[in-house]
């Protein structure tokens, strides 16, 4: 690996490697990263990462081991620097002048402290963790500082809320009176100063959505957690329109309205809400449709309240509190212009939530185009997953990232489905090699693939009693030591309860009793207890040893049918001439299966069962590219084989 991405930085050709659990691919990618950087003074490569936690461990263990490595043997050191969102720092102004409340309004520094020293309530432990973030802050800036949330005193989102400052409302060092000390700005300078910067998937995709305002000039890009790039790019390009929304700005900016301005921008959200409860809950594609006016109503309403806002009356500046407001106004301009245009380029969907009620959204129907035109570019990118390869063979990560074609050869043909701004399928071919350096893993001897071929075919109308009986019975084989991964929260529960009546002797913990950190901390720490849960569950959680040796699957967990997005990409590909179903739900479904199934290995002595609860797995046409997107365990469909080797691990354990 680390040979592959020597070579891709110095002959600037795009790189896919696959490494898996255990293979030190951070260090595989850093190693000849540095070395290059002193062999090039004044160029520099970023690290993007999906998560705080990998963000973390290269800064405060991989890289500097990886330093102290090439300084030996080099005699050189580069510099390294972690960069985050704008949001992610405290912000002098808001720090020093107030923050903003959940309904928009201003609170200053002199009424959080009041509320601090008022009797113990909800309010006055807001103001405590506030009064402590500020000290913290203030600290900061005195002694060199950046005030990285990760290292702030203990808080609540609203705190922090308190102290930051969305990208959109800052006001930029030119025009904040506390410009000259911004810690965002030194932050910044520090990332300028760096050879290699360390960052994360969202602020990559902004950078390239922003003509690369966000990011210093870089020649390379690494991505680790390659595997969630599509899904981190969409979201930071996606955004969402609510009528509470368009209220909540409409009074923060009512202070400095006219009556006629600011009533036209708070009717505007009732009429937003009117239409958004005549609309199915679908993809809306009809220009003449009740939330397409009520979207341009929002829009204009809104274009008047930014122009008010930005001018000057009396021929006074507007006071920074109005440029914020403005801007949060802003934002809400641009989203409901986006959505009134129904670009072929976006998906636009209405959508309800249980507490808030109905809002729209939008997505971009792909992100190759912009991957293609702004990221690969005239950087060299290095991508890396321990889940790249899909179906065993790179092309379907490939194409999702706009590289090449999708059902076609594995060419490296540049190619771009229709729909996708930015990009044809006539640009010239872009450069890229794919490597497999393996896993450390003998998966066939350390863990069984049990398919439960003999259960009924997953339904819409929930578990059946025989899944929810063959559960308890491989829960009780493996004598707790379960992580259960299921497609729904409902399904999770309905597994947790019926195990917990079969079983009452086991701990069954299920997501959404506690804190999920709390509940993997007892997961990791109790041998014998047992773990069920959703999505959040299927990534990202490293429990190696006796405590995990069962991984149970309840189904093939393809999204859902309905979901707009999906139908439209599916849509897209098909029109293209593509199959839509394998190119975007059966690669959907692959991706969280090779990530779910790996939860069972991590290290060379861990030994379990992944058991698949869906028999399509073995029977469908499109179950051997699934399954061979997992691990490659010993497969049995025999129940009692598996038992056995459960209970037999159990005593062992």
């Known amino acids: 690996m680390a040979d592959a991405v020597a070579l891709a930085l110095e002959d600037r050709r795009h790189l896919l490697v696959q490494a898996g659990t255990g293979t030190g691919k951070s260090l595989g990618y850093l190693a000849p990263s540095l070395v290059w950087l002193t062999e090039h003074p004044g160029e520099r490569v970023v690290v993007a990462t999906a998560t705080l936690a990998l963000q973390a461990q290269l800064a405060k263990s991989d890289i500097p081991a990886a330093l102290d490595a090439v300084q030996r043997v080099t005699g050189r050191r580069p510099d390294f620097s972690v960069l985050k969102g704008r949001s992610n720092y405290a912000c002098l102004l808001r720090v020093r002048d107030g923050g903003v409340t959940e309904q928009g309004t201003l609170i200053s520094a002199d009424d959080l402290a009041a509320t601090a020293r008022s009797s113990a309530s909800p309010e006055s432990a807001l103001g405590t963790e506030v009064l402590a973030l500020r000290e913290w802050a203030e600290d900061q800036a005195a002694t060199g500082g950046v005030a990285d949330r990760d290292d702030a005193p203990a808080h609540s989102d609203r705190a922090w809320h308190q102290v930051s400052v969305p990208v959109r409302e800052c006001l930029g060092a030119q025009r904040c009176p506390y410009g000259d000390s911004c810690l965002v700005e030194k932050s910044r300078d520090q990332a300028r100063s760096a050879g290699l910067v360390v960052t994360n998937h969202a602020l990559l995709a902004i950078d390239a959505m922003h003509g690369g305002t966000a990011l210093p000039e870089h020649r390379a890009v690494v991505v680790d957690e390659a595997h969630e790039l599509v899904a981190r790019v969409t979201?930071?390009?996606?955004?969402?329109?609510?009528?509470?929304?368009?209220?909540?700005?409409?009074?923060?900016?009512?202070?400095?309205?006219?009556?006629?301005?600011?009533?036209?921008?708070?009717?505007?959200?009732?009429?937003?809400?009117?239409?958004?409860?005549?609309?199915?809950?679908?993809?809306?594609?009809?220009?003449?449709?009740?939330?397409?006016?009520?979207?341009?109503?929002?829009?204009?309403?809104?274009?008047?309240?930014?122009?008010?806002?930005?001018?000057?009356?009396?021929?006074?500046?507007?006071?920074?509190?109005?440029?914020?407001?403005?801007?949060?106004?802003?934002?809400?301009?641009?989203?409901?212009?986006?959505?009134?245009?129904?670009?072929?380029?976006?998906?636009?969907?209405?959508?309800?939530?249980?507490?808030?009620?109905?809002?729209?959204?939008?997505?971009?129907?792909?992100?190759?185009?912009?991957?293609?035109?702004?990221?690969?570019?005239?950087?060299?990118?290095?991508?890396?997953?321990?889940?790249?390869?899909?179906?065993?063979?790179?092309?379907?990560?490939?194409?999702?990232?706009?590289?090449?074609?999708?059902?076609r050869d594995d060419s490296g043909e540049a190619y771009v489905p229709s729909g996708v701004e930015g990009a044809s399928a006539d640009d010239p071919p872009v450069p890229w090699r794919a490597l497999d350096v393996g896993s450390p893993f003998d998966y066939r001897r350390q863990g069984i693939r049990y398919v439960a071929r003999a259960l009924p075919t997953p339904g819409r109308d929930g578990m059946s009693k025989e899944v929810l009986d063959e559960i308890a019975e491989l829960v009780w084989a493996a004598g707790g030591r379960t992580l259960g991964l299921f497609s729904s929260r409902r399904a999770a529960e309905a597994a947790a309860v019926h195990v917990r009546k079969q079983l009452p002797k086991l701990t069954i913990l299920c997501q959404g009793d506690a804190q999920l950190s709390e509940l993997t901390r007892r997961f990791t720490s109790e041998p014998t207890t047992s773990l069920f849960g959703t999505l959040s569950l299927w990534q990202g959680v490293d429990v190696p040893g006796a405590t995990c040796q069962l991984v149970i699957i309840d189904r093939i967990p393809f999204p859902r049918p309905d979901e707009p997005l999906t139908l439209a990409r599916q849509k897209a590909v098909a029109d293209a001439g593509g199959n839509g179903f394998m190119s975007v739900a059966a690669t959907h479904a692959a991706l969280l299966l090779a990530q779910g199934s790996g939860r069972l290995v991590r290290r060379s002595s861990d030994r379990g069962v992944v058991a698949v609860l869906d028999p399509r797995l073995v029977t469908a046409r499109y179950g051997s590219f699934l399954r061979a997107s997992m691990p490659d365990m010993w497969e049995t469909s025999d129940r009692e084989t598996v038992i056995g080797a459960l209970r037999r691990l159990a005593e062992e354990a």
Do not use: C, N
């Open 235 to 407: 979201g930071a390009a996606s955004a969402e329109l609510s009528p509470q929304q368009v209220e909540r700005v409409g009074k923060r900016a009512v202070t400095f309205l006219s009556d006629d301005v600011a009533l036209d921008l708070l009717e505007s959200a009732d009429e937003l809400r009117t239409a958004l409860d005549e609309m199915p809950l679908e993809r809306v594609e009809d220009p003449a449709s009740p939330f397409v006016v009520a979207a341009q109503r929002v829009r204009s309403a809104a274009r008047a309240a930014v122009s008010a806002l930005t001018g000057s009356a009396g021929g006074e500046k507007p006071s920074p509190e109005q440029r914020q407001a403005a801007a949060a106004v802003g934002e809400v301009l641009d989203v409901a212009e986006r959505m009134a245009g129904l670009s072929p380029y976006d998906v636009v969907w209405v959508t309800e939530r249980e507490r808030s009620g109905r809002e729209a959204h939008v997505a971009p129907l792909s992100v190759a185009g912009l991957m293609r035109s702004s990221v690969f570019g005239e950087r060299t990118i290095v991508l890396t997953s321990a889940t790249l390869k899909l179906g065993d063979d790179f092309g379907p990560s490939a194409a999702a990232l706009g590289l090449r074609a999708r059902d």
